[in-house]
C-alpha cells in the first residue's frame, strides 16, 4: 500500500509540475496586456496599458473628457528580477497632431503617463512602446526573444 501510495503521489507530483510549465508558457497578449516573456515562457516581464476600457469588442476605448493614460513595464516577480533596470518609450499617434513621446526608466517597473491631447468623440489613439529589461539584455519587443511580441504590437484606443 505505501509503495502505491508513493507512486500516487509521484505522479501527481508530475502533474502538477507539468501543469505549471504549460500555464507559464501559455502567458499571450491581450487588449491591455503585451507578454515579454522569454521564449519557453521564462522570465515573464510585461507592459500593461491601463486607464482605459475594454468594450465587448475586445477593443479599447476612453471617455472624451479623459485626457491620459498610463503605461507600466515591469519585471518578473522571480527572485532577484524585480531588481533589474527597467525602460520604458511610449509614442502616442493621432492624426493631426505632432507624435508625443514619453520615456523613463527605474528598478523593478518603470510607469509613465500618456497625454491624450484634444480627445473628441471619434478619434483613435495609437500608443506604440518599447521596453527593455533585464538591465538593458532583454528588449520587448524582439524577434528572437519574446514569441509573444517578435515586432511592434501597438495599442489603439478610441474615444467613444
Known sequence: MSRMK????AGALALCAVGVRISVANAANSPTFRDCSL???LDPDFV?????????QNTLAVRPSQ????????ESSDPGDSAGHVTLTATISTPHRPVQTVSGAATGRVFLSLPLIGSGTGKSYTIGWAATFDNGNHPCPSPTLTPQNPGPNPFVVTVR
Not at 508513493?6 to 503521489?9: D, G, I, N, P, Q
Not at 500593461?48 to 465587448?56: A, F, I, N
Not at 485626457?67 to 515591469?74: D, F, G, K, L, P
Open 6 to 9: 508513493l507512486l500516487a503521489f
Open 39 to 41: 521564449v519557453g515562457g
Open 48 to 56: 500593461q496599458l491601463s486607464g482605459v476600457t475594454v468594450t465587448p
Open 67 to 74: 485626457n491620459h493614460a498610463q503605461i507600466e513595464a515591469s
